[in-house]
Every structure is written in structure tokens, then in C-alpha cells.
């Protein structure tokens, strides 16, 4: 069983920047693949980031490349994103998502993982 936890959302500014975490606890040493999704009111669920955590290997939607970090730290087993020049259409619940399986087809699709986190809130205002 695997249960994580985020933490960091808020309220910013157009061009403000977040950091948020994802802090994971359990049977995690299986789990090899963590990624960050978002859903905004009205839409899907939409992968924004994912991390390989023993390569460190990683992956971003289009929507966020430039802007957004994926990171992980082993010993902490936590999962951290790091949002810069946030803008309205960054505004989301954004949830931490994880899975123990060592290769993924696609990494940003939410079919993929098995575990979530309960989300956390990010609004960005103009």
C-alpha cells in the first residue's frame, strides 16, 4: 500500500511561481515511476510531468516545458514540482500519482498509475 500526500498549492499571480510536494510513504521502494497530473473544472485529468526515480529520467506535456521541473528526492521518498511563469490556464487541482511498474507506454496518460494522492489546489489569477 502506498499512500501520498501533496502539499504546496496557493494562490499567485500571473508569472508567480509554486513549489509543490508529494510525500510518499508505504511500500514505496517498488515504486519506480511518479508523475504530476492536473484537472482543471470541466476537463480531463491532463499529465503535466513524470520522473523515472531510480534514472531520474523525465518527461513534460508541451503545455509546461520551460516552465515546470519534476524532481525526486530517494532518500526523502517525496516527489516535488517546481512551477515558474505560472499563468490562469496552470489553474488546476493538481495531484501526485505513482506506480511501481518499470516501463511505461505512455508516462503522462493517468491510465498508467496505480496510486494517487487526494490533490492539491493551484489558482492563478490574472
Known amino acids: 500500500q502506498v499512500v501520498l500526500v501533496e502539499s504546496g498549492g496557493g494562490s499567485v499571480q500571473t508569472g508567480g511561481s509554486l513549489r509543490l510536494s508529494c510525500a510518499a510513504s508505504g511500500y514505496i521502494a517498488s515504486s519506480t515511476s511518479m508523475a504530476w497530473f492536473r484537472q482543471a473544472p470541466g476537463k480531463e485529468r491532463e499529465g503535466v510531468a513524470h520522473?523515472?526515480?531510480?534514472?531520474?529520467?523525465?518527461s513534460y506535456a508541451d503545455s509546461v516545458k520551460g516552465r515546470f521541473t519534476v524532481s525526486h528526492d530517494n532518500a526523502k521518498n517525496t516527489l516535488f514540482l517546481q512551477m515558474t511563469t505560472l499563468n490562469p490556464e496552470d489553474t488546476a487541482m493538481y495531484y501526485c500519482?505513482?506506480?511501481?511498474?518499470?516501463?511505461?507506454?505512455?508516462?503522462?496518460?493517468?491510465?498508467?498509475?496505480?496510486?494517487w494522492g487526494q490533490g492539491t489546489q493551484v489558482t492563478v489569477s490574472s
Open positions: 520522473i523515472y526515480t531510480r534514472s531520474g529520467s523525465t
Open positions: 500519482a505513482a506506480t511501481p511498474r518499470v516501463w511505461l507506454r505512455d508516462p503522462l496518460f493517468a491510465g498508467e498509475y496505480d496510486y
